[in-house]
């Protein structure tokens, strides 16, 4: 079991169930989209932020980071973490079809990689061993250097990025930054952008 002193917040109930298996904590469905309505879960959510933070974790899909995104606006940066799964194609056992985006949500996700996903965030928990969170140093002006912002080929270079780090396709450039400073070390950025966009002697000398 991982213990972690955040609330944990998940989309729905079989979502829940999933992460009770190996998680003693604080798990917080947000009914899907009925968070968007539901003003006493809001006020639970950003009452539990004040007192112990939260953690936020959704399907990759386009309807998870749209939930994501409105728990961002609800909650201060400062009392909320994010954890999240990579995109893998398949569909949940209690389904007869996948999801319309194919992908697999959090209650299809494998154990290790929920862990992973959990360990990388920053919340407060037992980090299971092998999994060692380090402090990080990757900026925007990183993100510049490489190509990964202010070019005409920065989306298409970001989502090289994302698909070799197995990270969801529908990630900000933003919430890119954050999580590669979860999961890795400057220099182990530099080390794979610079063999995914090596920058030209001429274009350093430009």
Do not use: W
């Not at 606006?73 to 893998?88: R, S, T």
């Not at 197995?166 to 999580?179: F, I, Q, R, Y």
Request: charged residues 30%; aromatic residues 6%; contains cysteine.
């Amino acid at each position: 079991m991982i213990k972690i002193k955040e609330a944990v917040i998940v989309e729905g109930k079989y979502d829940k169930i999933r992460l009770s298996n190996f998680i003693d904590g604080l798990i917080i469905t947000t009914d899907g989209f009925g968070i968007f309505k539901n003003k006493e879960k809001q006020l639970l959510i950003r009452r539990l932020a004040d007192t112990r933070g939260i953690l936020v974790l959704t399907d990759s899909d386009g309807a998870g980071f749209v939930i994501r995104n409105f728990l961002k606006g609800i909650v201060p940066a400062n009392k909320i973490h994010h954890a999240y799964i990579p995109d893998i194609i398949g569909k949940e056992k209690r389904k007869d079809k996948p999801s319309k985006e194919g992908k697999l949500g959090v209650e299809g996700i494998s154990d290790d990689i929920l862990r992973k996903a959990i360990s990388a965030s920053g919340v407060s928990c037992e980090i299971a061993e092998g999994f060692v969170k380090e402090k990080k140093d990757i900026t925007k002006a990183d993100f510049f250097e490489y190509g990964l912002t202010g070019t005409l080929n920065s989306n298409e270079n970001r989502q090289r990025l994302k698909k070799n780090l197995s990270l969801p396709e529908n990630m900000t450039a933003n919430s890119l930054l954050d999580v590669l400073n979860c999961i890795m070390t400057y220099g182990e950025f530099t080390k794979l952008c610079g063999e995914l966009f090596p920058i030209k002697k001429e274009d350093k000398n430009a």
